[in-house]
Each structure stands twice: as C-alpha cells, then as structure tokens.
C-alpha cells in the first residue's frame, strides 16, 4: 500500500458524460500528479499540481481539467467523454518536486461505452 | 521534445538467467531516472531509482547503471523468478514531470 488513495475504482459511464476521479495523497507530500494509461500510449503524464497551485501540464486535453484543495487532495475532471478516454488513470504524490520518488495510487478504470 | 526510448518491448527469460531493459532519453538536463514495476490491473511500484550524481545502484538482486555521457540507464534483474513477471518502466525525471518509456513485458518461465 502505497498510501496514496483514488476512488472511485471503476467507473463506466457514456459518451458525452462528465465524471470526477478522487485522489489522495500521503500524509505529508505536497505534489500530486495525474497519469493516463491505456493500452497503446504507456503511462501519459496529464497535470501536476503543488499545494494548490498547477505547477506542471502535460498531455492534457482541453475537455479535462484538475484541481488541488486545501486539503491537498485533488479531482479530475473529465467531460464530453468519448470512447478513446477509456484507460486508467493513475494519481501520485510526492513530497515536493516531480524528482522526488512518485508513489501511485491504486487507479481509477474509466469504461466510456 | 522529451523522450524516453525503452528497449525491449518483449523480453522472456527462463528462471535463474539475468534479465537488461536499456533505456535512453534525451533531456540532458534530466537527474532522476525511476524504475517501475507494474503487474496487470495494478498500480505502477517503485523498485529503484538512481541520480545523476551515482553511476550505479544496487539493490539485492536489482541493479541501475547511468551513463550520462551517452544518456542512457539500464535495469539490472540476476537470478530471475516467476514473481519478476510483469511489465517494467524506466522514467526520466525533468523537473516538471515524469516521462516514462513505453514498458517492457518480463516474462520468466520456470
């Protein structure tokens, strides 16, 4: 167990749909970052974020978006979904910088049918 | 852009051989290279990483070599076993972010 926690586990919704994919961090570190990963693209990184504050974007698209609370945990927020949105998403956390070591989180499996 | 060229795809070893995943990346400015170890349907586990100020790490029977110069790292995995089964990643640390090669499937016959 890594101490990072991400709900839901699964999710399966529409086309078109909106949903929001939970994640937090362990106790103390203040980066969290979001991955995807589906069959044919490996681990994409999508938005790193630091004590609230974007920090860092990756391949995210504009239908997506992220946020860190003050309470450091952080949502992600994916609308107008289609069917390539299906994959994993992974969250993880670190103490601070993306070169401390990044622990994951267990995934959320979106199912876009 | 960053990238990270991961090699081989595909690697089976029988139980007890050595098992070499290279890598090479491109940003030079990069000092933080990860392995991870991934097994089907779970989350991506941290099983070394090295720095840019080290060379070589080892940890039982996983090693990491850097080669600045020529901008590659390798895992090291010796006396192989059926538990070492699973898809591995090497990443690159930039500062902003992790970029990770695109895996390579270990499979150990016994």
């Known amino acids: 167990d890594s101490g990072v926690t991400q709900t839901p586990k699964h999710l399966i919704t529409a086309t078109g749909q909106r949903v929001t994919l939970r994640c937090s961090p362990r106790s103390g570190d203040l980066s969290v970052y979001w991955y995807q990963q589906s069959l044919d693209q490996g681990l994409q990184f999508l938005i790193q974020y630091y004590n609230g504050e974007e920090r860092a974007k990756g391949n995210i698209l504009e239908r997506f978006s992220a946020q860190q609370f003050p309470d450091l945990h952080s949502e992600l927020n994916l609308s107008s979904l289609e069917l390539g949105d299906s994959a994993l998403y992974f969250c993880a956390s670190s103490a601070s910088s993306s070169t401390d070591t990044q622990y994951f989180g267990p995934g959320t499996r979106l199912t876009v049918l | 852009g960053e990238n990270v060229e991961q090699h081989p795809s595909t690697l089976s070893v029988q139980e007890g051989d050595s098992a070499v995943i290279k890598c090479t990346y491109s940003d030079s400015a990069s000092n933080y290279f990860p392995w991870y170890k991934q097994e089907l349907g779970k989350r991506p586990q941290l099983i070394i990483d090295?720095?840019?100020?080290?060379g070589e790490k080892k940890d039982q029977r996983i090693a990491v070599t850097l080669n600045k110069t020529a901008k590659h790292f390798s895992l090291h995995i010796t006396e192989t076993q059926p538990e070492d089964s699973a898809v591995y990643f090497c990443a690159e640390g930039t500062g902003t972010a992790l970029i990770f090669g695109k895996g390579t499937t270990l499979s150990v016959s016994s």
């Open positions: 090295i720095r840019s100020n080290v």
